[in-house]
């Protein structure tokens, strides 16, 4: 498996930077760029923003042999605010 199976569409590929966020987390970081840093943070109802879908990319990322140009979600986000 690998590069070429995926761009003949025989595999089905999660592409992460491996670092697991919630969507609170999402929130959290995305806050930190200038363009979202005057919102607030949104209501998650009954949902624990803390907990939620948290998934893991590394079998894509070693099968495509590719990395993330930023290390996490947040790191992307406080690039932003420069």
């Known amino acids: 498996a ?3 199976e995926a761009a003949k569409g ?4 999660l592409i992460s930077d491996g670092n697991p ?4 987390g999402i929130c959290v970081s995305a806050m930190k760029a200038k363009r979202y840093a005057e919102r607030s ?9 803390v907990a ?4 893991d990319g590394s079998w894509s990322n070693t099968v495509l042999n590719w990395e993330p140009r ?3 979600f ?9």
């Open 2 to 4: 690998g590069k070429e």
């Open 74 to 82: 947040d790191q992307f986000m406080m690039d932003q605010s420069e």
């Open 10 to 13: 025989g595999l089905v590929c």
């Open 41 to 49: 943070m949104p209501t998650f109802g009954e949902e624990n923003p």
């Open 70 to 72: 930023y290390g996490s």
């Open 21 to 24: 966020m919630t969507r609170g």
């Open 52 to 55: 939620g879908k948290v998934y």
